[in-house]
């Protein structure tokens, strides 16, 4: 089962990748001319609904052919469930100005938002949506989730986003902190893959 992957993200598109390994008839492919496509507007309240939107939106661009969008992030109970859906452009919706990519101004804009909150309250978790489509029909999605507490300073070099602070309580490591084979085992884009891929019923090694 071929299945072209809406993200140029190429920390998304190895999370992916990884969990894809168990599953010996999926292969995975990058949507040619990715760039060729206006980015649609990620406006609904949650996860499968964002997802579902890049779905159908970039399917166009091959069709006939199953292609598969995910919407992720990470939400903090303390703050109200914050970033959610707005974590690629937290820093942008809260106004805090800081240089750097996007993912390190928001990675910062976290920082500060969280500065004042007591251990206890420092509770997160990722989410993953992932949503197939083709021809512009929902096949199926998938769903992951990883549960963690957030630092007050990043550590590693590994990951991407909002990684280098959020740590595995288990494990004593964040996500940016871990190897590829505990990343694929923990992550909520695998998860996601996984769980969408069972939906899809490609066979399993």
């Known amino acids: 089962m071929l299945l072209y992957v809406a993200t140029s993200n190429p920390g998304k598109l190895r999370d992916f990748a990884h969990a894809a390994i168990a599953f010996a008839d999926v292969t995975l492919a990058?949507?040619?001319?990715?760039?060729?496509?206006?980015?649609?507007?990620?406006?609904?309240?949650?996860?499968e609904g964002n997802a579902s939107i890049k779905a159908r939106a970039y399917?166009?661009?091959?069709?006939?052919?199953?292609?598969?969008?995910d919407d992720s992030g990470i939400s903090v109970p303390a703050l109200g469930g914050a970033p959610g859906v707005r974590s690629a452009r937290y820093a942008e919706d809260e106004g805090f100005e800081s240089s750097g990519t996007p993912d390190e101004r928001n990675l910062a804009c976290l920082l500060a938002r969280t500065a004042h909150l007591q251990p206890a309250a420092r509770i997160a978790h990722y989410t993953c949506v992932l949503a197939a489509v083709r021809n512009g029909r929902l096949l199926a999605t998938g769903n992951g989730e990883l549960h963690g507490t957030l630092l007050t300073a990043g550590r590693g070099d590994k990951g991407f986003g909002y990684d280098p602070i959020f740590l595995i309580p288990s494990l004593g490591l964040t996500m940016a902190e871990?190897?590829?084979?505990?990343?694929?085992?923990?992550?909520?884009?695998?998860?996601?893959?996984?769980?969408?891929?069972?939906?899809?019923?490609?066979s399993p090694l």
């Open 59 to 69: 399917a166009q661009l091959v069709p006939d052919e199953i292609v598969i969008a």
């Open 30 to 47: 990058p949507i040619p001319n990715l760039a060729s496509i206006p980015t649609p507007v990620e406006d609904a309240p949650t996860f």
């Open 178 to 202: 871990i190897d590829p084979e505990t990343r694929l085992r923990l992550s909520h884009r695998g998860q996601a893959l996984i769980a969408l891929l069972c939906r899809l019923n490609p």
